[in-house]
């Protein structure tokens, strides 16, 4: 397999290197913040931050100038695309990163940790995120995937004097060992069966009239392992630990940028390789979405720890991003459509919510239900954008999140199946489920009393108020104007790429 990828690069007369620029830049920057950590220790504390910051800003030049382009470029024999869809998904992951950098500046300074290694490695996964954008063939999105993964691994027990850090990190890396074993496996029999590593391959060789038991088997396995990946129930079981236990900041860039990545290779997979075969994985993914929500809400409403809550609320919004490929094979790119839009609309809101849990962890130093209490004695401000982003989380209009679940609703009605339906039902339900604790939250924070009485005044950073804006902002406007994450997010895999 690997060979073959080598041959198909070294058939390609030269290399792009402006489609390549976005990955070129992080490289860079990542290498130099490692060559910094090297040469001046603990002296780069003081701006290693903002470089990390300043890198991710410069990594979005390229995507702009590829974007205004608006040529799609195929390089490697066809593993590897830039298109609008890459682009578009590029340009959220490193915009996730910024905002996640903006979270980590005061919280990582003001700890016991090593700062100048963590923002490497940030920058290293991020790199990966951006590569499985346009991976278009199994050896490459593996390699992105564990690329984007092995440096969250450490960074998930990078409080490595508290237990529970510790913990994280050690669930995180066994069940994602475990779930890259899984879709390795499944990988094999797809390849077994294609003769080719490229998705497009794989797609003309799994769309035969009559379905085997082995491309069977090799669909359902290769989903099983990006269900892990992305926290579908029943695979979820590292996510509520990890997040509790993991850095905050790292929780956050786990629950947004790592989740989305996953979803990103898994549908590129499903409308390129396997979009043939919707009697095979739509049975599978009808499956985990409904499970996803259901359960994931379900367990929510019996947390009382705000970040294991947000755990099980991210395993429900899983299942809402997993529901329109359920039904990719009657409304073909609608699905991508739903999924990319309800991705956007996510990061924003998600990574809003979990800046304010910060702010306020700084003055009570807990993350359990009972310390938000009263905070809008305190912190108004918080209040009320945590209020937004609770609100967007459930649906509620006019934030972002109204749009997010419309677009799924609409792509599962659209498909005009009892399936669809079905599940559309069920995703309705699930909203008004979710309302009741992210409301719940809510109320705490407005009607209860503060914590002792302790009305001192919340000190924000200034970093974190540029986080607080930049999602807020997003999730406000995305909610009131809808058509501009529409026009963002009406991309294509299957037209770019012959599937």
Do not use: C
């Not at 390699?143 to 529970?164: F, G, N």
């Amino acid at each position: 397999m690997i060979a073959q990828v080598l041959a198909q690069a070294f058939e390609s007369p030269t290399i792009d290197y402006h489609a390549l620029a976005p990955e070129i830049v992080l490289v860079s920057f990542a290498a130099l913040l490692i060559l910094l950590d090297v040469v001046l220790l603990e002296k780069g504390r003081t701006f290693i931050s903002a470089l990390a910051g300043i890198g991710l800003l410069a990594t979005m030049l390229p995507i702009l100038t590829l974007a205004i382009d608006g040529t799609d470029r195929v390089m490697f024999g066809g593993a590897y695309v830039v298109d609008d869809f890459s682009l578009v998904m590029k340009a959220m992951f490193v915009l996730s990163g910024y905002v996640v950098v903006l979270l980590s500046t005061n919280y990582i300074a003001e700890g016991d940790y090593w700062e100048n290694e963590y923002y490497g490695l940030l920058l290293a996964s991020l790199t990966g995120m951006v590569m499985i954008s346009s991976a278009r063939d199994l050896i490459s999105i593996f390699v992105a995937l564990e690329l984007l993964s092995i440096p969250v691994y450490m960074m998930a027990t990078w409080r490595k004097r508290d237990i529970r850090s510790n913990e994280a990190g050690l669930k995180y890396y066994l069940m994602g060992v475990f779930a890259s074993a899984v879709m390795l496996y499944g990988m094999s029999m797809l390849y077994g069966t294609a003769g080719s590593t490229l998705l497009v391959d794989i797609g003309e060789a799994v769309g035969g009239e009559e379905t085997t038991s082995i491309v069977t088997l090799a669909v359902i396995f290769t989903i099983i392992g990006f269900a892990f990946k992305v926290s579908a129930v029943p695979f979820h079981y590292w996510a509520p630990d990890t997040y509790e236990g993991a850095p905050t900041p790292v929780t956050a860039y786990l629950s947004v940028a790592s989740k989305a990545a996953g979803f990103v290779a898994l549908l590129q997979l499903v409308m390129v390789g396997f979009y043939a075969r919707d009697d095979v994985y739509e049975p599978v993914l009808w499956i985990l979405a409904a499970a996803s929500m259901t359960v994931g809400n379900l367990l929510a409403l019996r947390q009382e720890n705000v970040v294991r809550m947000m755990a099980y609320s991210g395993v429900a919004q899983a299942g809402f991003m997993l529901a329109p490929l359920a039904v990719a094979g009657k409304i073909g790119d609608d699905a991508v459509v739903a999924t990319v839009t309800y991705l956007l609309i996510y990061a924003a809101m998600n990574l809003g919510a979990f800046a304010v849990i910060i702010a306020l962890a700084r003055k009570t130093g807990s993350a359990t239900l009972d310390s938000f209490n009263g905070a809008f004695h305190y912190a108004p401000g918080l209040t009320v954008v945590m209020t937004m982003f609770l609100f967007s989380l459930a649906g509620i209009p006019p934030f972002g999140g109204w749009f997010a679940k419309f677009a799924v609703l609409a792509a599962l009605i659209d498909a005009n199946t009892a399936a669809g339906v079905v599940l559309a039902v069920v995703a309705a339900v699930n909203s008004v489920i979710a309302l009741y604790y992210y409301g719940g939250l809510a109320r705490r924070m407005w009607a209860e009393e503060a914590p002792d009485g302790d009305l001192t005044p919340v000190r924000v950073p200034v970093s974190l108020v540029a986080a607080l804006g930049l999602a807020a902002g997003l999730t406000l406007l995305f909610g009131v104007f809808p058509n501009l994450v529409s026009e963002v997010s009406d991309v294509s895999l299957i037209s770019t790429l012959g599937g």
